[in-house]
């Protein structure tokens, strides 16, 4: 009999590929249904992280989307038959209706995520999301140490971080560390998944920043060097090993030193889509950063579904006819789907361009040499993320 | 928030035929009418479990035991029993080691 659980999985490249087609005539379309939708249900933030991956224009509170107009999105993707929602940021916690905004997902049969920084929750306001039917919970960590931990988010957060993860086991609720890594933090993995451990934490996503928005702003102070690279890939397999059936470890290595391009988003307009505060729908978080597209809004006159299927932003990258080459005739072509589409744009000026992660891009042994310079001689301090555009980081903290 | 302390003997599930197993918080297993078919969803992940899957999966009922759940499925599709466990039990087992199916009298807290 040997039953088969066929997994897919958003973040790792699958080769069965799962869920992502399923009607035959997805088949010639390029896209099925889709599986989960990130909601960026605000842009506002207590921790200003330079590495953020959201728009360095951020909405302001005035523009976001209100609970009705949330509620009717979270009823359109279920009706779609989207699976799965995170609910992100910014941190989603600042809005008052998170809870009502869970349980409306909950009641439609949706599995919610929640993706927090974790630094303004009490017990009883988690208590509250577990009763409204959240499914697993998500806590950023800058470090395991408070006082870089702290000076990375920019705000005094670490000790209101390992206590909102001890509510969250308490209240039984599955547990991820999410570690943003980058230079000035990697030598703290080991302990960062020793605390993941302590945590009692289900799994830790040890996620290399990835370089959009205010990461790419901050790309000097971020780009770890190449002996922090190996040294992290020793390090997540010997945990993985180590720490079998105890924690779960999910590894996002980063693009610039990859010789492979990451499979994003498991292929542009594919399976995943994620909408803005004010309710624009985007094939990926990042996607407003491609200046030469346009994007729909829930706003709009148009369904999701419609967006999903019609859009010109979710079809002009969509399945494999508008690659170039070398994309056009490689053998990987549908295992990575081209990679990068917002990278490809930061790096190159267009975003139809062969993503410079990949190693056979014209471009890739410049992006190499960009980090490797970056990793070596870039500044420390950050520019701290805010609705000013940022600020630079004072001198006298750097360390 | 005192200070963090060793893990509480953080031991995933070894599944046994005396095994009592159950979904997890934060596992679902439910009909998916878009799709017409099961799916299991998880953290980060969905799955998509074929038909014996599912039915070894509406077992893990929490009163059930693995030795249970053997034999009525060698009962219903009138196989080797010593086959069928052998299935039950590595199908279980890779679930409960990502900690998605857990010991039922150990569930909830």
């Keep these: ?399 | 928030m005192t200070a963090v302390t060793a893990p509480a003997a953080r031991r995933r599930l070894i599944v046994a035929e005396d095994s009592v197993p159950t979904l997890a918080r934060g596992t679902r297993l439910r009909y998916d009418e878009a799709r017409q078919r099961w799916v299991l969803l998880v953290p980060e992940r969905v799955m998509a479990p074929d038909e014996i899957a599912v039915e070894i999966l509406q077992l893990c009922d929490g009163r059930r035991s693995v030795a249970d759940i053997i034999d009525h499925l060698a009962a219903a599709y009138a196989a080797p029993r010593d086959e069928i466990g052998t299935d039950v039990i590595a199908m279980l087992q890779d679930l409960a080691g990502s900690g998605f199916v857990v010991e039922a009298r150990k569930a909830t807290p």
């Design chain 1, 1 to 399: 009999m040997s039953p088969t659980l066929l997994d897919t999985s958003p973040v790792f490249a699958d080769p069965t590929d799962g869920l992502a087609i399923l009607e035959e005539k997805s088949v010639a379309e390029s896209y099925g249904i889709p599986l989960a939708v990130l909601l960026e249900l605000t842009h506002r933030c207590p921790l200003q992280c330079g590495y953020c991956s959201n728009p360095i224009e951020m909405e302001r509170a005035g523009n976001e989307l209100s609970t009705e107009e949330w509620k009717k999105v979270l009823t359109e993707l279920a009706e779609i038959g989207v699976l799965q929602v995170h609910f992100s940021g910014g941190e989603p916690t600042v809005r008052k209706d998170l809870a009502e905004l869970i349980q409306h997902a909950t009641d439609l049969g949706l599995y919610s995520n929640l993706i927090t920084s974790a630094v303004l929750l009490t017990r009883e306001k988690l208590a509250a999301l577990a009763d409204a039917g959240l499914c697993h919970i998500q806590i950023s960590f800058q470090g395991n140490e408070p006082e870089l931990a702290n000076r990375i988010a920019g705000f005094k957060g670490h000790s209101k971080k390992l206590e909102a993860a001890g509510w969250a086991r308490e209240l039984g609720l599955p547990l991820t560390v999410n570690a943003v890594m980058h230079r000035q933090n990697l030598h703290q993995l080991p302990g960062m998944i020793d605390m993941a451990v302590a945590l009692d934490a289900d799994r830790i996503e040890v996620a290399n920043v990835q370089y959009y928005g205010w990461a790419l702003k901050n790309r000097a102070a971020l780009m770890p060097t190449i002996a922090q690279i190996d040294d992290t890939t020793r390090i997540v397999e010997e945990a993985s090993e180590r720490l079998r059936g105890i924690l779960d470890i999910d590894y996002v290595v980063p693009d610039y030193y990859a010789d492979r391009p990451k499979k994003c988003m498991g292929g542009w307009g594919r399976q995943f889509f994620n909408i803005t505060p004010a309710g624009k729908v985007l094939p990926c978080h990042a996607a407003e950063t491609i200046t030469e597209l346009d994007f729909e809004s829930v706003r709009s006159n148009h369904s999701i579904a419609w967006i999903w299927q019609n859009s010109d932003a979710f079809n002009r990258y969509r399945g494999t006819g508008w690659m170039p080459e070398p994309c056009q005739s490689c053998a990987f072509k549908e295992l990575d789907f081209g990679g990068c589409r917002c990278q490809a744009f930061a790096l190159t000026g267009s975003a139809g361009n062969t993503d410079p992660a990949c190693s056979l891009s014209p471009r890739h042994h410049e992006i190499f040499r960009t980090a490797e310079a970056e990793s070596a001689t870039g500044t420390n301090r950050y520019i701290y993320r805010n609705f000013a555009g940022g600020t630079l980081e004072p001198e006298q903290q750097e360390v």
